[in-house]
């Protein structure tokens, strides 16, 4: 089985689209270069990604950034007051996040099916607002026909997409930290 892992971990990583990715980093370097927020957005653990990728293009490529969930005061309020699908949407509203800003998806199923209809209202809001960057596991899915750039990751197995997902935001910062 642990070889079997890492083969297909192997295989996936070969099979990225470095284009893809280059696409996103030019819209993070942009947003840094105005001064414009990045808000990262995720279910499960794609929530977990977002406040740790928060945290590291606050602290190592400078961009001012902000979690979806990383507050529980926050989640849970606007979860009461609005319920599940509109809470984020109402949270990026209050952030007063607009055309300067990015959002950042993190999402397994790409908010396919009738999965992440928080991630897709939110995408939905934006579509005329701050720049949609994602890196998801499913092609075709809400999210990248909606983003202005995305990256897929070519894997149905969600612990190999999760596994990526932090692999390639790791990249984006490393990507755009200054030079040593």
Known sequence: ?????????AAIAHLLDQAEIRHVE???????????????LGNGGGA??????AADFRKIAHIESYAWGENVSDLTAYTNDVGWAAA????????????????LLFSVGGASREVSQNLKEAVFWAKNGPTILGIVGQEGGYIERNADASIIIPSTSTP??????????HLLVTELADPC
């Open 88 to 103: 984020p949407t109402l949270w990026l509203e209050d952030s007063r996040c607009g055309k300067n800003d990015a959002i």
């Open 48 to 53: 977990g990604h977002a406040t740790h990728a």
């Open 160 to 169: 190999h997409v999760e596994g990526f997902q932090s692999v390639l935001w």
């Open 26 to 40: 030019r819209h993070l370097r942009t947003l840094r270069d105005r001064s414009g927020r990045l808000f990262l």
């Open 1 to 9: 089985m642990i070889r079997r892992y890492l083969d297909e971990t």
